[in-house]
């Protein structure tokens, strides 16, 4: 059996990251939650990914933003098309792509950051692991 991922982080702006991962990134929210044990929070993935992305928010409680540059999520988009239209769908949501940290993203890549500094590398290569 193949194990799921879930990637799970607090944010001071809830709504903005979420804009950032569903119209930038085209993530749909697969779930959300309100004042659970005093969390709110959203699910963000594709519905047959083995992973997704969850942002919570608990009120009166600050997070701050991302501790470095370099803290990522890569997506790696092999094909030409489906490259450009992920650059193009996060440039037309308001993003404007930024210098990468370590420059061998910059090299096939380009680094996008979220409302809270964290970065989004999508990366125009395949992944050969």
Do not use: C, I
Not at 40 to 46: E, I, K, P, T, W
Request: hydrophobic fraction near 45%.
């Amino acid at each position: 059996m193949l194990a799921k991922l879930r990637v799970a982080r607090p944010t001071d702006n809830l709504a903005a990251v979420v804009r950032f991962y569903q119209e930038g990134l085209g993530l749909t929210q697969l779930a959300s939650f309100t004042a659970h044990n005093g969390f709110d929070g959203v699910m963000l993935g594709q519905a047959a990914a083995p992973y997704h992305l969850e942002f919570t928010q608990q009120p009166g409680h600050t997070v701050g933003r991302a501790p470095t540059a370099d803290h990522l999520l890569v997506f790696y988009l092999p094909e030409e098309a489906e490259w450009q239209a992920a650059v193009q769908r996060l440039r037309t949501a308001g993003f404007a792509p930024v210098p990468a940290y370590n420059p061998y993203w910059d090299q096939q890549g380009l680094t996008f950051e979220d409302p809270d500094g964290y970065r989004v590398v999508l990366q125009h290569a395949a992944w050969n692991l």
